[in-house]
């Protein structure tokens, strides 16, 4: 599987993004997979955002909820960001994993299928 990020960017506090990641070379439907998006800031440890479980449960971080929302469109993962803080400035990576369960998994040793990452700085 392999996942390809885009949508990252500069904005000021306030401001919203939306990130996309689509995702390629998985033969079996896109229904048997969960999905997460996860972030890393400089000298911090990859943390969880938001996931997406193969029925599209979702669940999220405190520190995003009401802000953020993870949706999906056939084999194209995106995370809406609104009211972004200067906090919010990290890498912003999607993931996926072949999954037997509707409960949205958003720890970073779950997921076996990384992107590459797209970078999100938000300016106060």
């Known amino acids: 599987v392999q996942l390809v990020e885009s949508g990252g960017g500069s904005v000021q506090a306030g401001g919203s993004l939306r990130l996309s990641c689509q995702a390629f070379g998985y033969s079996i439907s896109w229904w048997y997979m969960g999905w997460g998006w996860f972030r890393q800031a400089p000298g911090k440890e990859r943390e969880g955002v938001a996931a997406?479980?193969?029925?599209?449960t979702t669940t999220y971080a405190d520190s995003v909820k009401g802000r953020f929302t993870v949706s999906k469109n056939g084999n194209t993962l995106y995370l809406q960001m609104n009211s972004l803080k200067p906090d919010d400035t990290a890498m912003y990576y999607c993931?996926?994993?072949?999954?037997?369960?509707?409960?949205?998994?958003?720890?970073?040793?779950?997921?076996?299928?990384w992107g590459q990452g797209t970078q999100v700085t938000v300016s106060s």
């Open positions: 997406m479980s193969r029925d599209g």
């Open positions: 993931a996926a994993v072949i999954s037997d369960t509707s409960r949205p998994v958003l720890a970073v040793q779950s997921y076996p299928y």
